[in-house]
């Protein structure tokens, strides 16, 4: 049997609330769909798979937009899936012959929501748009100055409009002014989504908490005094290292010999989690992806024969403080005393640790597929995202966040 590997990809809404997830599943030999198995077969594996791990871990609760090709389309009865559950994504490569377009007004008539995939412009679905709740624009493919026209035409047959690859905060800004409802793209997989020109002064006690903890130069003592000075946040830290995670032979009481067992490093890592997770006081997209970027870079070292997984656990995780603090990542760096070398990883991608975060992003936008990654096969890689993908939802549940 061919192995799947599955990426899942938030959709927002206009507030920057997370409306869905797009679960991404390709053949993981090449981290892409590259046709060992044609376009049915791939659907049963998505829809088998999904139901395996359990939509609602794998979507936190949100619809899952999931591609529907021909077949599913002219034999609707063969999609086992709860409304309620799922988005159905028409290909723009299917043939929309009578067969099609009854399947079509049959699943809406199930109760599904509808959505036409990658449209860009022309007449050639005008027959399906009644049908259809929800078109995605791909506006990669559409000249920026053609978006208005397209957009009106399509708000005309009353469909809600979703654009997707968007990958520039000026382009996010100029579909939501067009009237957008969703958005999807890489942009918000990368730290942009929020600016600000200062640290909000409640923010500012938290980097310097991160910082200390990450300072190169800082001493078990340090830390020790660090997070035993917060009470909530040593017996988080206590209730981890006690928890079977770390899978110690007996219970330790104190945060010094926490340090001892598992080392500073894994410790520094664990706290600086905490003390993010604590910034937030309701669950957030932009924590789980932080979360599941730093797990990736972590996999990916370790895989990689690397000896830091560690350091690249905390690159990963950093990489999204700008998006965490709504504040330019370059201005929360200017606070930390962070080594040359995880500096030079997070603005530039530059060296060993850099080259790893860069592979995380392009796993996590499915680009990776031509992208040598430490010599790493890409059928691990993706199993490494899908590990990952788990290993976020169990964290958050530890953490009290989902």
């Known amino acids: 049997m061919t192995p799947f590997f599955l990426a899942r990809q938030p959709i927002f809404d206009r507030k920057l609330q997370m409306h869905a997830y797009e679960l991404l599943f390709r053949d993981s030999r090449v981290n892409s769909n590259r046709g060992a198995l044609d376009d049915a077969a791939t659907t049963a594996q998505v829809i088998r798979n999904a139901a395996e791990v359990g939509f609602d ?6 619809p899952a937009y999931i591609n529907l090709p021909q077949r599913f389309l002219e034999e609707p009865e063969l999609i086992p899936l709860d409304p309620e559950q799922a988005v159905l994504e028409v290909l723009e490569t299917v043939d929309l012959n009578e067969r099609c377009i009854d399947g079509i007004r049959r699943l809406r008539e199930r109760g599904f929501t509808i959505a036409l995939d990658d449209f860009t412009s022309g007449d050639a679905f005008d027959a399906i748009l009644p049908l259809v709740d929800i078109v995605k624009l791909d506006v990669l493919a559409l000249p920026a100055d053609a978006w208005a026209g397209e957009i009106e035409r399509l708000r005309a047959h009353g469909c809600r409009l979703l654009a997707e690859k968007v990958e520039t905060r000026e382009a996010f800004e100029t579909l939501r002014g067009l009237g957008v409802d969703y958005f999807q793209g ?6 942009r989504v929020y600016r600000g020109r200062q640290l909000p002064p409640g923010r500012v006690t938290l ?16 830390i020790h005094e660090l997070v035993s000075r917060d009470v909530a946040l040593a017996v988080k830290a206590l209730t981890y290292v006690n928890s079977a995670a770390c899978g110690l032979s007996r219970r330790v009481d104190s945060i010094r010999e926490a340090i001892v067992y598992l080392g500073r490093d894994r410790i520094r890592r664990w706290v600086s989690l905490f003390v993010l997770a604590s910034a937030e006081s309701e669950p957030d997209e932009r924590m789980t992806l932080a979360l599941q970027r730093a797990k990736l870079c972590e996999l990916i070292a370790a895989r990689g024969g690397r000896q830091d997984p560690d350091a690249c656990f905390t690159v990963g995780l950093f990489s999204m403080l700008d998006t965490l603090l709504d504040t330019p990542l370059a201005e929360v760096l200017q606070q930390m005393n962070l080594s040359a070398d995880m500096r030079a990883a997070l603005l530039a991608h530059a060296g060993g640790t850099g080259a790893v975060l860069g592979c995380a992003r392009r796993l996590e936008s499915g680009d990776s597929a031509e992208v040598d990654c430490l010599g790493i096969d890409s059928g691990d890689l993706g199993l490494l995202l899908a590990e990952a993908v788990c290993w976020t939802d169990e964290v958050l549940r530890e953490l009290g966040l989902d």
């Not at 871990?57 to 949100?62: E, N």
């Not at 980097?207 to 340090?222: E, F, I, K, M, R």
């Open 186 to 191: 890489f942009f918000f997989a990368r730290p």
């Open 207 to 222: 980097v310097q908490a991160l910082a200390g903890l990450n300072d190169p130069d800082s001493t078990v003592d340090d």
């Open 57 to 62: 871990r794998l979507t936190r609760g949100h």
